[in-house]
């Protein structure tokens, strides 16, 4: 077996059903834990996104620690992920895709809530948290703690070059060049002076890139697909019955929207939670890293704002997509080309091109384009904070950014499929520390979410100032 073969066996082994029942099985876990609090009080953290006092302690308000969360979430897995999630699992994906996510509002407040719990100050005056502090300070057998927090980190500083980087750049030049032809080196050149723009100056330029680039881009996405959504609206109704039927059902179904797309219940379900984790990133403890960074008063209070990332990621952002494709009746359509089934971003172009003609290539290479290039901004912060947790030497982090903007040209201009699954499997194995430190440490989390809901939620939404400073 040659090596490629063995990265692909591994990382479908990473991602497969054992890693997505424990990713989705710690969410339900945490559901019950917290007695659905993250549930009840979504729309109270919605409100909280844009509470934002600058004399607490952080380097960043929380609209933009949120912000950077998302601009590495909501990416080619919001356009690509779900458009192949409805081929290879069929529409019923879409509503597994939700399920998941649901329970991923308790892991995302979890991971956050012990992000900003375990956060220290570093050298130059910033802050630093996320998985592998909580890991090393909130786990009490020493040993463990560590050991969990140095896989942790070393994870993430791998699977910010590929997933967080390469993949993301390939994404971009790819679809400039199937679309326009425009060279991919140029592509690459254009995407690596942006970045390097954006990035060498740290968390304070990407907050404030990020707090401009992700509700632009999700306004004009959201506006597209909505226009789509309308222009086929006649076709909703029949699509969102057969997502919910396909999803439940036990047989292989094949029809309606579905077009020749035959999907049991297992395959709709794995493809779904599958596509949904990856998109959103819930358990995954990298928007943890982001909500350290931001002002808040009470670790709590940060974690029902950055929870809310996964509902906007999967649940609006995804749920678009999702129905842009039901509606259009290109779900199980072929490339005449080529006799293949439409998929990923062809699918979704194809989608869009219903309403659109062609300007539907302009919309999804745009949109694509903007949602990849945040991912690069959110995904540097990452891993640059994962290598400062591993050597504190401030001129590596430096090095860390031009490197690591100078790798995008590499990812826009060589596909290299051994690098794609083994950041791939990195990005995976970050779950394994991540959800044992969740599980290890639930009484934390209930803990500050207890005392946050009894001491400000209560009395917030009986409209009483609270100050926790």
């Not at 439940?248 to 077009?259: K, L, N």
């Not at 599980?439 to 609270?466: M, P, S, T, W, Y």
Request: proline residues 3%.
């Amino acid at each position: 077996m040659d090596f490629a073969a063995l990265m692909a066996d591994i990382n479908n082994f990473v991602w497969g059903p054992i890693m997505l029942a424990l990713l989705v099985g710690t969410g339900v876990f945490l559901t019950l834990r917290l007695r659905f609090l993250p549930w009840i009080n979504l729309g109270y953290a919605i409100r909280m996104i844009f509470r934002h006092k600058a004399d607490h302690e952080g380097d960043i308000s929380p609209f933009q620690s949120l912000m950077t969360a998302l601009s590495a979430t909501v990416g080619t897995g919001n356009i690509v992920g779900v458009a192949t999630a409805m081929v290879l699992g069929g529409p019923g994906a879409l509503v597994w895709m939700w399920i998941s996510a649901a329970f991923g509002l308790s892991t995302k407040y979890a991971e956050s809530v012990l992000a900003v719990k375990y956060r220290v100050t570093n050298g130059v005056g910033e802050m630093s948290g996320g998985p592998m502090y909580a890991m090393r300070y909130g786990i009490r057998n020493k040993f463990i703690g560590r050991t969990l927090a140095f896989l942790f980190a070393l994870f993430v500083v791998l699977a910010s070059f590929g997933i967080g980087n390469m993949t993301q750049a390939n994404s971009i030049a790819m679809a400039l060049s199937h679309s326009y032809a425009i060279p991919a080196y140029a592509t690459g050149a254009v995407i690596t002076v942006l970045a390097l723009a954006v990035l060498i100056r740290g968390i304070h330029s990407i907050g404030k890139v990020s707090s401009v680039v992700v509700p632009g881009m999700a306004a004009f996405y959201f506006v597209t697909a909505a226009i789509v959504i309308i222009a086929n609206f006649s076709a909703v109704p029949a699509g969102v019955a057969e997502m919910f039927r396909m999803a439940f059902s036990f047989d292989s179904v094949a029809g309606g929207v579905g077009g020749s797309i035959v999907a049991s219940m297992l395959t709709s379900m794995r493809w779904g939670v599958a596509r949904g984790v990856f998109s959103n990133e819930a358990g995954l403890g990298s928007a943890p890293i982001a909500a350290a960074a931001a002002q808040t008063d009470h670790a709590s209070r940060q974690g029902y704002v950055n929870m809310t990332g996964t509902f906007f990621d999967t649940m609006i952002v995804c749920m678009l997509t999702g129905l842009v494709i039901a509606s259009s009746g290109m779900l199980g359509m072929t490339n005449p080309a080529t006799g293949e089934l439409l998929s990923g971003a062809e699918l979704t172009i194809a989608a869009f091109s219903t309403v659109f003609g062609e300007y539907g290539k302009l919309i999804i290479s745009i949109s694509l384009s903007l949602f990849a290039f945040s991912t690069i901004l959110g995904w540097e912060y990452y891993g640059e904070k994962a290598l400062e947790y591993l050597i504190k030497k401030r001129p590596v982090i430096m090095g860390y950014r031009v490197l690591f903007s100078l790798v995008t040209f590499v990812g826009a201009t060589t596909a290299l499929e051994v690098v794609w699954n083994f950041s791939d499997t990195m990005n995976g194995l970050m779950a394994i520390p991540n959800l044992i430190c969740l599980l290890i440490l639930h009484k934390d989390i209930a803990d500050e979410c207890f005392d946050f809901q009894r001491n400000v939620v209560v009395k917030e939404k009986k409209g009483q100032v609270v100050d926790m400073s």
